[in-house]
């Protein structure tokens, strides 16, 4: 199950892992461009906001029902990530702070409640959460995604922990900007930021991540479990 798999990195991730042969289950609050992505890979779309826990719950519910009660791999990616940089901490609203913690912060930690017990039922459970390296180097005027993506990577830590009894590993991904269009509103002196910045220098495709995030959903992560890992070709180290 990959969330926010209408577009960009979600797609993108979506389509690495049905060309290794996952039986794919996409959800995204982008009802068209969601089925259009689905159809596009052979894979099955659910509607879904993750502001609503109602609907968290009866995605779980019919996922289920559609797998044996069981879930491999969860891929906690769809956030709201685009439009909300380049505003000042004292500028920024409550409305939009309260907006990005309810999907991004509480839309994960109910993600991953409801798919629970299908992942105990799995022989391996994974659970991938897609975090930003903006929350590692501390990125300015993007303070509500920043503090959502910290989130992320704390609940990660304490989620394997809790989860690790069932042999369930949960991590996380931290990726740096990527080309993918939600990005195209940045401007050009951050994209330049990273560029220069990064070990292996210059722009990063949102391809460059998958293969990492496909192990991590492997047999073989389970020793990785807790750890948040930057992907983003050396911009920062953890
Ligand atoms: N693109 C980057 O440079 C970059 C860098 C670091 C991390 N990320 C992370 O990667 C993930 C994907 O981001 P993206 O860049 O592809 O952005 P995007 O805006 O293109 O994709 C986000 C997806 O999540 C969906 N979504 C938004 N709100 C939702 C909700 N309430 N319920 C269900 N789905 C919802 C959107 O419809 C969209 O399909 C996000 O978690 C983002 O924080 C992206």
Redesign the pocket.
């Known amino acids: 199950m990959v969330?926010?798999?209408?577009?960009?990195?979600?797609a993108v991730i979506a389509q690495a892992l049905s060309e290794h042969g996952a039986r794919l289950y996409l959800?995204?609050?982008?009802h068209d461009?969601?089925r259009a992505t689905a159809d596009r890979i052979g894979a099955q779309f659910f509607p879904?906001?993750?502001?609503d826990a109602a609907q968290i719950n009866a995605l779980a519910r019919d996922l289920g029902g559609q797998t044996g009660g069981k879930l491999d791999g969860l891929v906690n990616?769809?956030?709201?990530?685009?439009g909300i940089g380049g505003i000042g901490f004292e500028a920024v609203d409550i409305d939009t702070w309260d907006k990005v913690q309810r999907?991004?912060v509480r839309?994960t930690w109910l993600m991953t409640r409801a798919c629970a017990p299908l992942l105990r039922a799995s022989d391996g459970g994974r659970v991938v959460n897609?975090?930003?390296?903006?929350a590692l180097w501390g990125a300015p005027n993007l303070l509500p995604?920043v503090a959502s993506?910290g989130a992320v990577m704390a609940m990660t830590h304490s989620l394997a922990r809790e989860l690790g009894p069932d042999r369930i590993a949960v991590t996380a991904v931290?990726?740096?900007?990527?080309t993918?269009?939600?990005?195209d509103y940045v401007p050009a002196e951050r994209h330049r930021h990273y560029a220069e910045g990064r070990a292996i220098t210059g722009p990063q495709d949102?391809g460059e991540i998958t293969d990492v995030i496909a192990f991590l959903l492997t047999q073989g992560a389970l020793t990785l479990t807790g750890q948040v890992l930057p992907v983003n070709n050396g911009f920062v180290f953890k």
């Open positions: 969330t926010g798999a209408a577009r960009g990195l979600g959800a995204d609050i982008a461009e969601g879904l906001d993750l502001g990616n769809g956030a709201i990530a685009t999907v991004n839309g897609v975090a930003s390296d903006t995604y993506k931290a990726p740096g900007i990527l993918t269009p939600s990005t949102p």
